[in-house]
């Protein structure tokens, strides 16, 4: 599927009926039309005041449907090897999540998998994976590395991704996990493997452009409050942003620690600390709610949602697809259980898959609303209202859907074959 063999989507929509908050700026109306030029939103507004000069463009006529920004998946693990149905199993026989890691399940049976597969062989598994969520109307999205936990082997999920998403035609920022789970050849050598994230690995990835952001799994399965601090100063050492799986299976205060290095975002946060709200909060940092996760664990802990709202914390909603706590590929679907499991409302569950998911990724400046100069990535969707978008389980409302400028599905039939 490459971009450039989908038709363009340059011309004037017209008849949109855009989402609340669907859009950046203060306009108080909600434009009804839009044009896009070489791939990019030149302009938006009432369809009776089109400037002359976008007069002679195609016209696609949305037929009212409602239209919101295209979604940000800001979390996932989409590049693996293999898959994980059998712990599924022993988990419905009763085994926790960390007793399955202790049985050697877990993440390290997925890096078995993913260190035994070629970069073509992940590449394959991925892909249809990616195309999942393309079509509920994901435009961008995050990949992690963290299955690998070798130079080479984290070096070829990124590169992975980075092909993804060349090829596919979709704005992928690539987050290193190395710090995920620590390699059975380091077991009772957890320093010496930070030592090798830090000094080796993460300098080495980043020299070659593969790395936009910086993560770690700081949880007492994983890595220690001290050692994420760490892997923190090396990325701040290279400039790059961190963020961090945080307080999922307990308090570690790791987000208030994320905080302090100015993190984009705290993942999972079932256990967040009202101090850890506090520091997220001076510092702007996202909380990123995964519900997929929450539901998968069977877990009962709700991240307390009312708090963040008060303290103004921006919530966004993602899958965290993984082989082993979240094997969710739609984003509608994450959005209808943050409303259903944490008590969001709908217009949160819709600005945390949209505007609050870019700003989950740096990506604030150019994804999550519309905006005249932002590339044109937005989805058109035959529902009646907001709400439909998250009732629905596992049902696909018709959908036409503009990424990076390009017409990638269109259900509706809004562009002239
Ligand atoms: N938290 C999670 O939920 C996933 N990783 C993480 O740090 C689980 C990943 C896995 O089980 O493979
Ligand atoms: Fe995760």
């Not at 399940?105 to 062989?121: L, M, N």
Request: charged letters at 15%; glycine letters at 10%.
């Amino acid at each position: 599927m490459l971009p450039i063999s989908l038709p363009g989507a340059d011309g004037v929509w017209h008849n949109l009926h855009l989402a609340p908050g669907a859009w950046a700026g203060d306009t108080a109306e909600a434009p009804t039309a839009l044009a896009v030029q070489h791939g990019q939103i030149t302009w938006m507004g009432g369809a009776q005041a089109l400037p002359a000069a976008f007069a002679g463009l195609p016209r696609f006529d949305g037929r009212g449907a409602l239209t919101t920004p295209g979604l940000v998946d800001c979390h996932t693990h989409l590049v693996y090897g293999g898959q994980r149905a059998n712990e599924f199993a022993m988990r419905l026989a009763g085994a926790s999540y960390e007793e399955v890691a202790k049985a050697g399940g877990g993440i390290v049976s997925s890096v078995k998998a993913t260190r035994a597969a070629s970069e073509d062989d992940l590449y394959a598994q991925a892909a249809p994976r990616l195309k999942q969520l393309l079509n509920d109307g994901v435009c961008a999205i995050e990949i992690k590395s963290g299955y690998g936990l070798s130079l080479a082997h984290e070096r070829k999920q990124l590169r992975v991704a980075r092909r993804l998403g060349l090829d596919h035609g979709v704005t992928v920022r690539t987050t290193f996990l190395g710090a995920h789970a620590l390699p059975p050849e380091y077991a009772g050598r957890s320093q010496d493997y930070i030592d090798l994230v830090c000094h080796e690995m993460l300098p080495a990835l980043a020299a070659e452009g593969l790395v936009d952001a910086v993560d770690v799994f700081c949880e007492r399965i994983a890595f220690s409050l001290a050692e994420t601090e760490q892997v923190f100063k090396a990325a701040q050492a290279l400039g790059l942003p961190v963020k961090l799986h945080a307080e999922q299976l307990s308090d570690m205060g790791g987000s208030a620690l994320a905080a302090r290095y100015g993190a984009l975002s705290c993942d999972h946060i079932e256990h967040l600390s009202e101090e850890g709200i506090a520091a997220m909060r001076a510092a702007g940092t996202v909380a990123v709610l995964l519900p997929g996760a929450y539901y998968t664990l069977r877990d009962t802990h709700v991240p307390p949602i009312a708090a963040l709202r008060t303290a103004g914390v921006p919530m966004a909603v993602s899958t965290d697809h993984n082989p082993g706590t979240s094997p969710a590929l739609s984003l509608l679907l994450m959005a209808n259980m943050a409303c259903t499991l944490f008590r969001l409302t709908v217009q949160e569950a819709l600005a945390g898959i949209t505007t609050h998911a870019a700003r989950a990724l740096g990506l604030q400046d150019t994804h999550g609303a519309l905006a005249m100069g932002r590339p044109a990535n937005f989805v058109l969707w035959d529902v009646a209202e907001p709400a439909e978008l998250v009732y629905w389980l596992g049902q696909q409302p018709g959908r036409t859907v503009v990424r990076q400028g390009r017409v990638a599905l269109d259900t509706l039939g809004v562009v002239p074959q």
